[in-house]
């Protein structure tokens, strides 16, 4: 069974341009997960999908935004570029996410590596 | 609000010696908690999970882990490190508070060194 691909592995852009990173989940799992991880602020959650409805949302800016096709797979996209965006994105997963009565397990992909210049 | 924290963010042993990884949760709910492993440049693995059944939880690679609710602890334990085990860990709860979700809401992690 293959794992969670993430695409692509690094990126290196420009302030203010726009970035768009993509997911394949697991086959079969219907939730995708984003997280962002920096040194600074660990590991925190940006926003869920669930047959390609946004389920829940992180507190960050809406410069970031994300959507989910009909195969499971999903994008993410970060508009107007800043340096604090460079960060290791994390995608998760699952086969119904997580919460009361459903703790179906999250399966991590390699992640992204996005710095910007 | 659910929330997670890691007592230590290093913590070094010898290889051969006992490890152990300190975590202490906040949840206003029966939670869920996960212990999570990342390697350098890798994404993240689950070690092992505590969803309510058994309180001691084992997990892959000997990691051990115990519910105990009365010390709102989850701290995960190995009886003899490995030099491979050298990795971040990560305490993990599912935020149960907003319905079905795929949120999970992670401590700051702990650096596991492994001294030979």
């Known amino acids: 069974k293959a794992g969670v691909t993430q695409t692509p592995r690094y990126l290196i852009k420009t302030r203010g341009q726009q970035v768009t990173l993509s997911c394949s989940p697991i086959?079969?799992?219907?939730?995708v997960s984003w997280y962002q991880q920096t040194p600074g602020q660990g590991l925190q959650f940006l926003f869920e999908?669930?047959?390609?409805?946004?389920?829940n949302k992180g507190n960050f800016p809406g410069r970031f935004s994300g959507r989910q096709f009909s195969n499971s797979r999903s994008e993410m996209n970060v508009s107007t570029l800043e340096l604090g965006d460079s960060a290791l994105y994390l995608c998760?997963?699952?086969?119904?996410?997580?919460?009361?009565?459903?703790?179906?397990?999250?399966?991590f992909g390699q992640g992204t590596r996005l710095t910007v210049v | 609000a659910q929330s997670v924290t890691q007592l230590d963010s290093h913590v070094s042993v010898s290889e051969g010696t006992p490890v152990l990884l300190r975590c202490n949760y906040s949840?206003?709910?029966?939670?869920?908690l996960f212990w999570y492993v990342q390697h350098p440049n890798k994404g993240l693995q689950l070690l092992l999970k505590?969803?309510?059944?058994?309180?001691l939880v084992k997990g892959i690679n000997g990691f051990e882990a115990e519910f105990k609710k009365s010390e709102t602890s989850f701290h995960l334990t190995k009886p003899s490190a490995h030099m491979s085990d050298a990795a971040e860990y990560f305490c993990?709860?599912?935020?149960?508070?907003?319905?079905?979700?795929?949120?999970?809401?992670f401590g700051q992690g702990t650096t596991l060194q492994v001294k030979p």
């Open positions: 993990v709860v599912s935020d149960l508070g907003s319905g079905n979700t795929g949120k999970l809401i």
């Open positions: 949840s206003s709910y029966s939670p869920s």
């Open positions: 998760a997963s699952s086969l119904y996410g997580q919460g009361a009565g459903v703790n179906t397990e999250a399966f």
């Open positions: 999908y669930f047959s390609e409805t946004q389920r």
């Open positions: 086959s079969g799992h219907r939730s």
């Open positions: 505590y969803t309510s059944a058994a309180t």
